[in-house]
């Protein structure tokens, strides 16, 4: 969480700052600021709030130097207001912070018995105390920064300047993730890539425990005891519009409208057209690091894939929220199509809850940044317990990505909306693939069947298509959803992951009570919730669920609840019963879900948007959970 961006160059540093903070804004928007070279002095401008209160202060402000550090915050220690917004600046050193000093209160306590005097509540600004004390004596920044490394403990990603130096710029990381732009004649450094593409495609990922030094037009890059480290460049594949709205009110909305060929795009590099099979493309097992996954060759890795999967007795799907709800319904395919054990964790709880991980298990994490702290956890302790790792990310080249042995994308190009849409259905539609996939390798299915599945699978994007058609009705009906006191959705099934996610989607946006059931559950407690003030979401496909489905929505509606159903093309009797019927194609059981989902993002954000909340960054939240 947080979003820092710094330039050196010869444009503007204010414009790119602010418009790179503006596309990490998603990051957190509690407060945002700058700190740009003007005289020989960096300037501090900062603004409790979202960007805009910042854009509003710097209308007038003038800077002539190259370089300047931007943020965007989102609070961990000390309340959201202008004290406690980055940059931090402590005698000619600026400093901006993503993440948490973990050791902040023995540094606190260290730096008040020397007498020093604080000026905000953060753990951010006691970093740049200790630059500040140690420039005193190193005179150089970068050597300044070694010196305090050691003194750190926690995840952080810094970016710090000083005023002696004023063509230096110096930033590392132990966690959240710190990306650099290698232009013509300048350099960007931000937390992800979107603040980068419009200035360039180059760019080179920073690990944990590296210094990077910008010196003019020069990057260099350091390990945290001084060697020099020489790095890969790689070429950014995602353009500058896909950052943009398009015309859209929101990048939610512009978001939900791209799942047909978000969809497409994750499934189309393993689905063979002629003969209708899944082969799993350049997973990487035969290669040791990403650098290495570039150059591949496709068919020794797709053998290497094989024998490493071919072993695998148990899979564990570790995740968090919507990734994890996507992992939830990657249980169902997996266990029906291929026949094989899975257990579906939340990652917070896995990684504290001594998981037992035998020989021959494949831990499967799916992250849409590629950076949630607690699924990286997962991860690591997986590997330390030596089962193999895979990860399904969107974010090309995010930890999670770097870190994992085989590696599955989401392919769902830049999602910015903090609501996650197409990384939910684009995992979706990958699991589908890794369901057959080891279905025909376990021999859990027949040629035949796995052509009925691809065929189901190929047809799903034009069938998303039908279904945005909603749009326009969840428009229309949002004014007399929001009036409902609480929701609650139900599924049976596969269909069960589903109600959690809608329920989820319309607790961040609309900040509305919302509840996701298992609907055999309604009588175990949730049915007391029902009268004429709830609505009940029923996510009912025509499939060995349904009749049982009905009954419970029999029940449901008996109790006075209103009903909006789900159900697969025209059916009289889920119509009959319900207030408001919406019909999907029919499609195979491994399909509704992605179908599924798009109602139900439509609800959540068409009843958001009607109360007037900002879609894009609900309050409290952030895209990025780069800290537990
Ligand atoms: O980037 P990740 O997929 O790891 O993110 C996981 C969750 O933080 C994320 O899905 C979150 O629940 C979304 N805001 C839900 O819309």
Redesign the pocket.
């Known amino acids: 969480m947080c979003g820092i961006v710094g330039y050196y160059g010869p444009q503007d540093p204010k414009d790119v700052i602010v418009s790179g903070l503006k596309r990490l804004e998603y990051r957190g928007y509690d407060s945002a600021g700058v700190a740009i070279l003007n005289d020989g002095k960096f300037k501090v401008v900062r603004a409790p709030g979202k960007l805009g209160e910042l854009q509003k202060k710097l209308e007038t402000e003038k800077f002539n130097g190259a370089l300047g550090i931007g943020h965007t915050r989102w609070a961990t220690h000390g309340v959201p207001n202008e004290r406690n917004a980055h940059p931090h600046k402590v005698n000619g050193v600026s400093l901006v912070h993503n993440g948490i000093i973990e050791n902040y209160a023995q540094i606190k306590e260290r730096l008040r018995k020397d007498g020093v005097e604080f000026s905000s509540d953060t753990d951010s600004e006691l970093v740049a105390h200790l630059i500040a004390r140690k420039v005193k004596d190193t005179k150089d920044l970068f050597k300044a920064v070694q010196q305090v490394l050691p003194e750190l403990t926690g995840a952080y990603s810094i970016l710090v300047v000083w005023e002696d130096q004023p063509d230096t710029m110096v930033a590392f990381k132990n966690g959240p993730p710190l990306i650099i732009g290698v232009g013509e004649k300048e350099a960007v450094i931000a937390s992800d890539v979107q603040a980068i593409i419009s200035h360039t495609k180059k760019v080179m990922y920073l690990e944990d425990f590296e210094v990077a030094k910008v010196q003019g037009n020069k990057i260099e890059i350091f390990s945290a005891t001084g060697e020099p480290r020489k790095k890969e460049i790689h070429q950014i594949e995602w353009s500058a519009e896909q950052v943009e709205k398009a015309g859209f009110k929101h990048f939610m909305l512009k978001e939900i409208h791209e799942q047909p060929r978000a969809v497409a795009n994750a499934i189309a590099p393993h689905i063979r057209l002629d003969s209708k099979t899944v082969q799993l493309k350049n997973v990487g097992f035969s290669v040791n690091s990403l650098d290495e996954l570039a150059k591949v060759d496709s068919e020794k890795d797709a053998l290497a894939t094989a024998e490493k999967l071919k072993g695998i007795e148990r899979i564990f799907i570790v ?5 994890n709800y996507a992992g939830m319904a990657g249980k169902y395919l997996l266990e029906r199509i291929a026949k094989i054990p899975v257990e579906c964790d939340i990652a917070s709880e896995f990684r504290y809850r001594e998981p037992v991980i035998p020989p021959r298990s494949l831990v499967l994490v ?4 590629g ?2 702290a607690d ?1 990286l956890a997962a991860l690591r302790l997986a590997k330390q317990a030596g089962a193999t790792t895979m990860s399904i990310c969107n974010v090309r080249h995010s930890t999670i990505d770097r870190e994992s042995h085989g590696h599955l994308y989401m392919n769902s190009g830049a999602e910015i909306g ?3 849409t197409k ?1 939910f259905v684009s995992t979706l539609g990958i699991l589908n693939v890794f369901s057959i996939y080891l279905g025909r390798l376990r021999q859990a299915i027949s040629e035949q069947q796995e052509k009925e599945f691809v065929d189901a699978l190929l047809a799903a994007p034009a069938q998303m298509e039908a279904v945005l058609a909603y749009d326009r009705f969840f428009a229309e009906a949002s004014g007399r959803l929001k009036a409902f006191r609480g929701l609650l959705y139900m599924g049976r099934g596969i269909n069960f992951p589903l109600a959690l996610e809608g329920a ?2 319309l607790k ?1 946006l609309a900040y509305m009570h919302a509840e996701g059931y298992a609907a055999g559950e309604m009588k175990h407690g949730p049915l007391a919730l029902i009268d004429e003030r709830m609505l009940i979401v029923m996510v009912a496909p025509h499939d060995n669920h349904y009749e049982k489905t009905v009954s419970n929505l029999e029940e449901a509606r008996a109790r006075g609840g209103k009903i909006i159903s789900i159900g697969t093309g025209d059916d009289p009797a889920l119509k009959g019963i319900s207030d408001f019927y919406l019909s999907l194609p029919k499609a195979s059981w491994t399909i509704n879900p992605i179908l599924e989902a798009i109602p139900l993002q439509l609800l959540a954000y068409h009843v958001a948007d009607a109360m007037g909340h900002d879609v894009d960054q609900p309050r409290n ?1 952030a ?3 780069t800290v537990e």
């Open positions: 995740a968090c929220g919507t990734s799916i992250s849409q940044s950076e949630t699924t903090v609501a996650s990384a989820l989607k961040e939240l895209k990025s959970v």
